[in-house]
Each structure stands twice: as structure tokens, then as C-alpha cells.
């Protein structure tokens, strides 16, 4: 996810090696390496507590278990309801260049021509 791709290519997450960008934050490099350590045993939360890696270590982890802890960032409120995701009743179908500010002659034939 911090990257935006697998770091597996058509290869076995088990034997494949590990491709993760140079690009991303140090921090973020070593937490990826030791989440994807293939012996089970080294990775990261069954040999070491994951809460102590160096990537979490702004979080106040009691705060975080009471409830207590302010999100990072929230969501606009119309995310949230999901009013993108509501169609308007009473809209009819547009023609794809109507409503621009400046139409060219020639298209605005092709849209009378289209509503006819």
C-alpha cells in the first residue's frame, strides 16, 4: 500500500525476493523488510513487537486502546455520507460538450442536430 504495487512479481511470495522502492522512506523500507522476512520465525510481530518499530513511534498506543487517540486526517463529510455516489433524480442525459463556457460553431450544430 505505500507504494501503490505488489512487492511480488509473478513470483512466490514465499521465494521471490522482495522488490521494495528506494523512493520510500527509510522508515517505511525496514517495516516492509521485516513484515516480509520469509522465516517466519525473524518476521517482524513473532520475533519483535511490532508497536516498537521505529515507524510507529508517534502513536500512543494506550490512547489508541482506550479510544482516546485524534485520527491523523478526516474524511470530508460528504465522503462520509457517500453523496458522490447519489445520482440526481431529475437530470436528463447530456450531450458530452454541453455546458462548456465557449462552444465552437461547428459543435453547437452537432448538438442541435443531436437533440432532434
Known amino acids: 500500500m505505500s507504494s501503490g504495487y505488489s512487492p511480488f512479481y509473478y513470483g512466490s511470495i514465499t521465494t521471490a525476493k522482495v522488490d521494495i522502492p528506494s523512493w ?19 518476521r517482524l510481530g513473532v520475533y519483535n513487537n511490532i508497536r516498537d ?3 510507529f513511534n508517534t502513536i500512543v ?11 491523523p486526517c ?6 462520509l455520507e457517500n453523496k458522490h455516489l447519489l445520482w440526481p433524480e431529475d437530470t436528463s442525459p447530456l450531450h458530452p460538450v454541453a455546458g462548456f ?3 465552437s460553431p461547428s459543435l453547437a450544430r452537432m448538438v442541435k442536430r ?3
Open 114 to 116: 443531436s437533440k432532434v
Open 53 to 55: 518499530h521505529p515507524f
Open 74 to 79: 478526516v474524511p470530508f463529510r460528504a465522503a
Open 24 to 42: 520510500l522512506e527509510a522508515d517505511v523500507q525496514h517495516l516492509l523488510r521485516k513484515l516480509l522476512c520469509k522465516n517466519p520465525e525473524r
Open 101 to 103: 463556457s465557449y462552444m
Open 61 to 71: 498506543w494506550e490512547d489508541l486502546e482506550e479510544r482516546r487517540a485524534q485520527p
